[in-house]
C-alpha cells in the first residue's frame, strides 16, 4: 500500500491543512507544559529519552505496515544522522529549558527559528538578504529582548535554552535545505526518532539514574505522562506533515504561532502562571515578524514546500 503523498499538493484542502496545523501546534504547547509538570517527579533525561523511542517504535510499525521495507528506504544516511542529532539537541534544550522558565516566553522566544534561518543562510550559503528580511531579524529579536528584559532578573541565564534551541533549529534547517528532496518525510520522521534514541539511549545508561527502579516505582500517571508526551511529539509532526500536503506553506506558516496562544493558555491553567504586559508585546512582536520571515523563507524557494524543510515545530 501506498504511503500518502505529502510535499507536492495533489490536492488542496485549505481548511483541512489550517485544522491540522493548528492541532499540531496544540500538541507541541502541551507537551512543553507536560514535561514541565512531569519534570518535578521524574528525571527529565528520562522522560527525554522516552519521548524519543516512542516516536522511533510507532513510526517503525507503521512505515512496515503500510509501505513494507521500501518505506524505510533513505538516500542520504548521514543526511537522516545529522538531522536527527541536531533535533535532539533541540528538543533538549525545550525538555530542560521549560524547567527553568514559563512555557509561553519559551516558546516565544524559540521561535526565533525563521528569523535565524534568514540570517544563517546568508552567512554561510552566502545568500542575498534583502532590507525587508533583515527589518523581520530586528524585529524578532527586539521583540526577543522585550520578553527577555535583560537586566531585570525576570529569566536570568535560563533564557540561553530557547536562544539554543532555536539556533540548532534554523542550523538543521539551512543545513538540510538542499538535502531533503529525496526523502520521504515519514522515513525521515522515522530515522528522527531511531537517532534520538541511538543518542540518548548510552547517555541514560551511564547517567546515575536507576532506570528499572524508577519506572517501578513511578505511579501510572507518571508512567501515562510519559507515553503522552512521546505521543504527543510524534502526533504533532505527523499532523505538520500531513498538513503541508493538503495547503500551500504561506498559509499554514502562521498559524504555527498559534503554539505561543496555547502555551499561554496552559500555563494559566496548570501552572496559573500569566505573562505580564511587556510579554505579550515581545511574543507579539516575535510571532508577527517570525510568521513574515517564515512566509519569506517559503516564497523565496519558487518551489512547492518540502515538509523535512519547513517544519518550523521542534519539539
Known sequence: MKLPAAGPLAHQRPLLGVTLIALAATCFATMDSTSRY??????????FWARYCFQATVMAVWLALRGGRAAFATAHPRFQFV???????TSAMSFYGVQQMPVPEFT??????????????????????????????????????????????VFGWAVLFPLAGAFFYASFQVLTRRLSGSESPYATHFYTGLT????????????????????????????????????????GHLFLI???????????????????????????????????????VGMGVIAACGAAGAWLNVRSTGKPADPVVVDTIAD
Request: avoid cysteine.
Open 38 to 47: 512531569l519534570g518535578g517527579f521524574v528525571p527529565v533525561l528520562l522522560f
Open 83 to 89: 538531522r536527527g542529532a541536531l533535533l535532539a539537541a
Open 108 to 153: 516565544a522566544i524559540n521561535m526565533l527559528t525563521p528569523l535565524l534561518v534568514i540570517v544563517l543562510a546568508g552567512w554561510w550559503l552566502h545568500e542575498k538578504v534583502s532590507r525587508l528580511r533583515w527589518a523581520l531579524v530586528a524585529g524578532g529579536f527586539v521583540g526577543a529582548l522585550i520578553v527577555i528584559r535583560p537586566g531585570s532578573g
Open 196 to 235: 534520538g534514541t541511538l543518542i540518548l539511549t548510552p547517555v541514560l545508561l551511564a547517567s546515575p539514574i536507576p532506570v528499572l527502579a524508577t519506572l517501578q516505582a513511578a505511579p501510572a500517571w507518571q508512567i501515562g505522562l510519559m507515553l503522552a508526551i512521546g505521543a504527543l511529539g510524534t502526533v
Open 242 to 280: 500531513l498538513a503541508l500536503g493538503l495547503a500551500p506553506t504561506a498559509t499554514l506558516m502562521p498559524f504555527v504561532y498559534l503554539q505561543i496562544a496555547v502555551a499561554t493558555i496552559a500555563g494559566w491553567l496548570i501552572f496559573h502562571q500569566v505573562p505580564d504586559g511587556w510579554a505579550f
